[in-house]
């Protein structure tokens, strides 16, 4: 069971990040924590992070931003959803913000653009139809086998429901892309569940995939060993991390390990090599693998592949 708790915000709900994805793009989080539970959040060692099984809803969200939006002399281009949650987590506190802070963004003219594993319901579809252009989406799709996201994502919604997710979002004229992210080695990034994976977005017309490893902090580390049931498993996906790399997250101030580079770039380039089959663009985020690109995963919308940092990958 999830504690919901309710509380003002008493810093800017639009915020600059530090990361080089989301450079010039104001950030906007709901709340603190997400029932989602998934093992590999990275936000579980962030000083704000509430706890596993609390949710802190930040209540006045849309009225800050009102009101922010109203003392700005240039409004933004957009404004991202969400660094530290889901901004559509099925909690009714967090979709009634989510719905009014979206819809005071776009008609002030101000795009929407989100990560999400969520499903977003006839209201916001509508919303988005409405403001068409001026919203893009990532559904996060670390895998299309449902036995590891029931394991790694324990109560988020299932493979297929995101799957038709990106039918809808489509259909409202939203700009749909999926990120993987985080593969795990040697669980979801075999030939085999790279197979299934690029050919479940190919079906449904992605034509941009953003992906990274898992990304090691002692909270996810600790996180991973209690969680998961087959103990086995937890400590073959971390062995490979004691030959890893200390990385800093580029443009924040946070470090994590890494899988060792050799690792990292031969997934990405057995992830390329089946997407360009298929004409799907991948982003490599240079963020978490400064040692091997400067590209961006494009948190935000879509944009053409740096062919340039991706050949560095090889």
């Known amino acids: ?25 104001p950030s906007v989080n709901i709340s603190a924590g997400c029932v989602h539970g998934c093992l590999y959040c990275y936000t579980q060692g962030y000083r704000q992070y509430p706890g596993a099984n ?32 889901d901004a559509f987590q099925p909690v009714k506190q967090v979709l009634n ?12 003219g101000v795009g929407v653009e989100f990560v999400t594993k969520g499903s977003p319901s006839k209201d916001f579809l509508s919303l988005f139809q409405a403001h068409r252009g001026l919203v893009s989406a990532q559904i996060g799709l670390t895998s299309v086998d449902e ?14 429901q995101r799957l038709e997710t990106i039918f809808a979002l489509q ?14 080695h040697g669980l979801t990034d075999t030939d085999a569940a790279l197979d299934v994976l690029v ?10 995939i953003s992906a990274s490893y898992l990304f090691l902090r002692p909270a996810i580390r600790a996180a991973l060993v209690r969680g998961m049931p087959d103990k086995g498993l937890a400590n073959r996906i971390l062995l490979p991390y004691r030959e890893g ?26 992830l ?43």
Request: positive net charge.
């Open 272 to 314: 390329l090599a089946r997407c360009t089959v298929h004409g799907i663009a991948v982003h490599v985020c240079g963020c978490k693998n400064p040692d091997l690109t400067h590209g961006r995963c494009h948190l935000i919308r879509p944009g053409p592949a740096n062919q340039a940092s991706m050949a560095r990958l090889f």
């Open 147 to 160: 036995s590891v996201t029931v394991m790694l994502e324990p109560r988020a919604p299932p493979v297929h």
């Open 54 to 85: 609390h949710l802190v809803v930040y209540s006045n969200t849309a009225e800050q931003v009102e009101a922010e939006l109203r003392r700005k002399r240039v409004k933004p281009r957009a404004a991202y959803f969400c660094p530290s949650c």
């Open 97 to 108: 913000q989510t719905l009014r802070t979206m819809q005071c963004l776009l008609e002030n």
């Open 1 to 25: 069971m999830v504690i919901v708790r309710e509380r003002l915000r008493r810093s800017n709900a639009l915020s600059a990040s530090g990361l080089q994805c989301l450079a010039g793009t």
């Open 171 to 184: 259909s409202a004229g939203v700009a749909v892309s999926v990120r993987a992210d985080p593969l795990i």
């Open 245 to 270: 790399v200390e990385v800093p997250i580029q443009g924040s101030r946070s470090c994590g390990r890494a899988l060792p580079a050799a690792i990292r770039r031969d997934g990405f380039r057995r």
């Open 199 to 208: 050919a479940a977005c190919e079906k449904r017309h992605v034509k941009d």
